[in-house]
Nanobody
Framework: QVQLVESGGGLVQAGGSLRLSCSAS????????MAWFRQAPGKEREFVAA????????YYDDSVKGRFTISRDNAKNMVYLQMNTLKPEDTAVYYC??????????????????WGQGTQVTVSS
């Protein structure tokens, strides 16, 4: 049984930082592209960042580029999202996701095979 469990969300003031963690179990973690998505109230789920299964290449949405950093630790089956210079518009539920596709890293959420339950991030102005 595959499980992705996010942690690290919370309330922070604008300009602050948070580090999200996602613990994965029940899958061959190093074979999966891992990603973070987010969904704000009344909005569709959107891609935030991804790290590829091989080479650890990273990909970011333009809205977070330069502020967020995704990383993975295959020895611990963990993926992280370091979020700096947070803005009120970053407020959302953040989800960890895993994709078994080997050929490309996709930003399309429907391609991802497994999802966590989400963790709330709230940025106050």
């Amino acid at each position: 049984q595959v499980q992705l469990v996010e942690s690290g969300g919370g309330l922070v003031q604008a300009g602050g930082s948070l580090r999200l963690s996602c613990s994965a179990s029940g899958l061959s973690f190093s074979s999966y592209t891992m990603a973070w998505f987010r969904q704000a109230p009344g909005k569709e789920r959107e891609f935030v960042a991804a790290v590829s299964w091989i080479g650890g290449r990273t990909y970011y949405d333009d809205s977070v580029k330069g502020r967020f950093t995704i990383s993975r630790d295959n020895a611990k089956n963990m993926v992280y999202l370091q979020m700096n210079t947070l803005k009120p518009e970053d407020t959302a539920v953040y989800y960890c996701a895993a994709d078994s596709t080997k050929e490309v890293v996709t930003t399309w959420d429907l391609e991802y095979d497994y999802w966590g339950q989400g963790t709330q991030v709230t940025v106050s102005s």
